[in-house]
């Protein structure tokens, strides 16, 4: 069963952090309707050709994303439980002159809303920090399946949790599997701040130096093979899974590499573990 009580303090906690987020992040209605580019070369091959295509953009933050899919091209929902970054997408969408609608809505509530409606999309896409807010993977994945049309497609890209279980200072400290809740009492942090460029590519600005996030949050550890396994048991085809040795954008510790291309890795003279993984699964016809 998903875990709503702590998705409302998740809720809270993200509210908070989204503010200190968008403070970095210059300009971005004039970005985006610019033609500048938030997105990553490997959700862009994974997704493939978007015009006119029906996507869903669950945990779509402040939209910054969701509104590049649509100007590439695609009919834009995004869901997100945050007030704040709802709002924020709004405004974007007016402000770039770019459309898409965005919903507030606890993901399950919307997965479950959007079922009986028959309102399918070709495409549901998922990304980047959103897998660890989920306290019920099977249950997310159901609702994926029954949101896709036959023959669409789950399109997701993601920190690697086995990444995750690493704490500031790279020491195995948390659990890999089982989805079993992780408490974070300091909640979600400045973790923008502490990326800089690699995730403000608009252009980075000091905004809010002094952040303190005062909602705890909780996160659920789910293994690529816990995912794999509920995509599988959704009815999905799996067609590809792939792991990469950096991370876009996000900065996990201080001393990681900034690569070309907004991308951060593990210093030269360190081991490899995987920082992220993609995974396509289609709906039968
Ligand atoms: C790291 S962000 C994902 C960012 C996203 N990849 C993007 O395009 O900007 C995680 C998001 O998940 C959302 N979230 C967390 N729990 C949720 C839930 N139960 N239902 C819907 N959204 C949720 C948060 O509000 C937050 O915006």
Known sequence: MPNRQLHEKNRKSWNSATRAHNSHKRDQAGFLRGGGSVLFPEELA???????????????????????????????????ISDEAVV??????????????????????WLARSR??????????????????????????????????AGGRLVLVEFHPVAMAFDDERRLAHRYSGGKKLEWKEGVSDYVAESGEGL?????????????????????AWSVGETV????????????????????????????????????????DSGEIPLMFSLVARKPR
Not at 50 to 61: A, R
Not at 62 to 71: H, K, N, V
């Open 46 to 80: 994974l997704l493939g050709a978007l015009s006119e295509q029906k996507l869903v953009h669950l945990q779509c933050n402040s939209g910054q994303d969701s509104l590049e899919l649509a100007r590439r091209g695609a009919r834009v929902t995004g869901v997100d």
């Open 200 to 220: 403000a590519p608009m252009g980075f600005e000091p905004g809010d130096s002094r952040f303190e996030n005062g909602h705890a949050c909780y996160e659920f």
């Open 116 to 149: 009986p409606t028959e309102e399918c999309f070709d495409v549901v896409y998922c990304s980047y920090g959103a897998l660890c807010w989920l306290s019920d993977l099977p249950t997310w994945a159901r609702g994926v399946a029954d949101a896709l049309s």
């Open 88 to 109: 924020f997408a709004q405004n974007l969408s007016r402000d770039s002159g770019i459309d898409a609608s965005f919903e507030r809505a606890d993901v399950y509530d």
């Open 229 to 268: 396994q509920a995509v599988l048991d959704a009815g999905l085809v799996l067609e590809a899974l792939r792991e990469y040795p950096y991370s876009n954008g996000c900065r996990f510790w201080s001393d990681m590499r900034l690569l070309d291309g907004r991308r951060y890795a593990l210093p030269d």
